[in-house]
């Protein structure tokens, strides 16, 4: 086995350790999405007026149209969560520790990253098999072509974790920063609702809508799940990692990221 695979598992198996002893974070992981989607579905509905949705090509109901939304939330929740290890890490340094290691510095974070998006995974797919118990069931196939959307997706709200966490001194600073990150791009997206919806109320919340991210992420997992292609939300989110992740890396360079200013403080 290379170094680099060495590398990669000794990653991920930490990440899976510490995710396995962390339990009420898997617990977390899944009462929230369930939260919005058993109890505050049928409010959004009737606040939107949305009983069915005309999409693509059928009407689902509003349940169903909130799903990929839902999975996208554990995904972001999930990439702030990893930033946060990534901060306590800093604190403790053993993130010092790795980044010493003798392999180049952006695998040493990408497998961080794809660790992440392991764990993220798993939770979806627990959260897709008990929204399916509740009788919200999307086309069997769909469970099996969401997958690469679920890895790109992690990928680019993980690199956006990753980036946020090179420019946190304290621990203490990251929860702030947390909810201005996490409530503006779940709420600025089409993960609640569509965006002819939200054009009725805002031309320019609905184009802010169109511009985040994450609401990309989410019109890829969503047309995944119906073993459909979103040309347009996979080029805006592999562009968006790669910007991501790009800033990452230079947060994290000693040269001038992240080391050097923590010895400058």
């Known amino acids: 086995m290379t170094p680099w695979l060495i590398a990669l598992f000794a990653i991920v198996r930490r990440e899976a350790l510490r995710f396995i002893h962390q339990r009420s974070r898997f617990l977390a992981a899944l009462v929230r999405p369930l939260v919005w989607l058993v109890v505050f579905a049928a409010g959004f509905r009737a606040a939107l007026g949305l009983s069915i949705i005309p999409p693509y090509e059928t009407y689902i109901t509003y349940e169903v149209y909130i799903v990929p939304g839902l999975c996208g939330m554990i995904q972001l ?3 702030m969560q990893s930033s946060l290890s ?7 340094g053993s993130m010092r520790l790795l980044l010493t290691a003798p392999l180049p510095r952006w ?3 990408l497998c961080k990253l794809l660790a992440g998006v392991a764990v993220s995974i798993l939770q979806v797919y627990v959260f897709l098999a008990i929204a399916a ?6 086309p069997p196939l769909g469970y099996v072509a969401v997958l690469p959307a679920l890895v790109l997706s992690g990928l680019m709200l993980g690199a956006l974790g990753l980036l946020i966490s090179s420019t946190i001194r304290q621990l203490e600073n990251f929860a702030g920063v947390m909810n201005f990150v996490i409530f503006p791009m ?6 609640l ?8 109320s805002s031309a320019i919340l609905r184009d802010i809508c169109a511009a985040n991210p994450f609401t990309h992420a989410v019109e890829l997992i969503r047309f995944a799940l119906y073993q459909s292609l979103n040309g347009w939300a996979l080029l805006w989110v592999a562009l968006s990692f790669v910007l991501f992740f790009g800033l990452a890396l230079v947060g994290y360079d000693p040269a001038y990221g992240m080391t050097r200013r923590r010895k400058g403080g």
């Not at 990534?86 to 403790?92: A, C, F, I, S, T």
Request: negative net charge.
């Open 77 to 79: 929740f999930n990439g």
């Open 86 to 92: 990534l901060v306590y890490d800093q604190e403790m």
């Open 107 to 109: 695998w040493l974070l």
């Open 133 to 138: 118990g509740f009788g919200i069931a999307l």
């Open 186 to 191: 779940f709420f600025l997206s089409t993960a």
């Open 193 to 200: 609702y569509p965006l002819w919806k939200m054009a009725e």
